[in-house]
């Protein structure tokens, strides 16, 4: 993974006319680097962009959110560099981009009912204000979400890196994972949606009343399916020990209020395929995840790590691999329950 620069080079700061700006550190996120901005009583997001997304995602981002926008979703929307560009480039290739400020609270963890049925209906409302969205994605990231290609990487990379320092470890792990995405049920065929990407708890801003505001990091926006897409979401919302516990499980009673709110936005625009295979989406990206972060504990080369808290990507990566795990199991044990609250939710 491209090392995360510690502050933004003056060339940026230029750029923006942002020379004499106050900058804090924003730590959240394991890809691209965040900076708050205060100028002139004016505040805005600062971000490097990691080198995985192509300059073109801002391509991408000004066509939803001025779709989002004029639909009358909040959405934060990128400002134009001195020249009149969506983003700026550096002498040595780094991307830059400057973004409106969306205040709020960002939550890592601990979700409560209200809030999970706030954001499902919000995800609900941002799927249905981009159905009629006209756009050819530039920026495209194949395979994002296929599951088999990273079930296939995991098990590649057990033959080529049996060498690394961590093996031992990383291999019960990944068997383990590799044993239960056997087990899987198919999606099967669904219609392609336009979606965030990444609907992770971490991506939404609630106001303090614990209304969902609206979505944020949209270098993730793409086509894609419904049940993937919330299998993304709700595996984050609905677990209230947060990513980083191995003592990870799925709460029933936050999926149900999650599904609830999707439902309220959606129950006209969904189809029944897609509604059917929504629990097998939860439990198909919590596990995909796993098998991410366990292969990249190995190869130690896409997501970033907490230094503070651990002594190497790899070690904070099969940490990660585990807390997925353990909730794609706590997914399964409830399978029959997920499919109720499902079916009672789009057919009240």
Not at 6 to 24: C, D, G, K, M, N
Not at 231 to 243: H, K, Q, V
Not at 254 to 277: C, H, K, M, P, S
Request: hydrophobic share 45%; proline share 5%; with cysteine.
């Amino acid at each position: 993974m491209s090392k995360r620069p510690e502050l933004p080079p003056a060339e940026i700061l230029t750029a923006y006319a942002l020379t004499t700006a106050e900058l804090s550190a924003i730590d959240v996120g394991n890809i691209n680097r965040t900076f708050k901005v205060t100028h002139d009583g004016q505040q805005f997001i600062l971000q490097w962009l990691n080198p995985i997304f192509g300059p073109e995602v801002h391509l991408d981002i000004e066509a939803v959110t001025a779709h989002l926008a004029a639909k009358g979703l909040p959405t934060p929307r990128l400002v134009r560099n001195q020249t009149g560009a969506l983003w700026s480039t550096t002498g040595s290739g780094e991307v830059w981009r400057l973004l409106t400020f969306i205040d709020g609270d960002i939550l890592s963890a601990g979700a409560n009912a209200h809030q999970c049925q706030a954001g499902g209906e919000l995800l609900g409302r941002f799927h249905r204000a981009l159905c009629d969205l006209q756009h050819t994605f530039a920026n495209v990231r194949p395979g994002v979400h296929d599951t088999a290609r990273h079930l296939r990487h995991l098990a590649n990379v057990l033959k080529t890196h049996t060498e690394h320092r961590a093996f031992g470890d990383v291999q019960p792990m990944a068997q383990a994972i590799l044993a239960s995405a056997a087990l899987l049920p198919p999606l099967g065929d669904l219609p392609a949606r336009v979606v965030h990407g990444d609907p992770k708890l971490n991506n939404i801003v609630f106001t303090a009343r614990g209304t969902a505001h609206c979505f944020i990091d949209l270098d993730t926006l793409s086509v894609m399916t419904i049940p993937v897409e919330l299998g993304d979401a709700f595996r984050s919302w609905c677990n209230p020990t947060g990513e980083d516990q191995v003592a990870a499980h799925f709460e029933l009673e936050l999926f149900a209020a999650a599904i609830n709110g999707y439902a309220e936005a959606t129950r006209d625009f969904v189809t029944a395929a897609e509604i059917t295979q929504i629990p097998t989406g939860v439990e198909t990206i919590a596990l995909e995840l796993a098998a991410r972060f366990c292969a990249d504990a190995l190869t130690e080369s896409y997501f970033g790590w907490n230094r503070q808290a651990f002594g190497s990507a790899s070690a904070h990566n099969l940490h990660r691999a585990r807390c997925q795990y353990n909730l794609s199991q706590s997914i399964r044990a409830q399978r029959a329950a997920l499919r109720n609250c499902v079916e009672r939710a789009f057919h009240t």
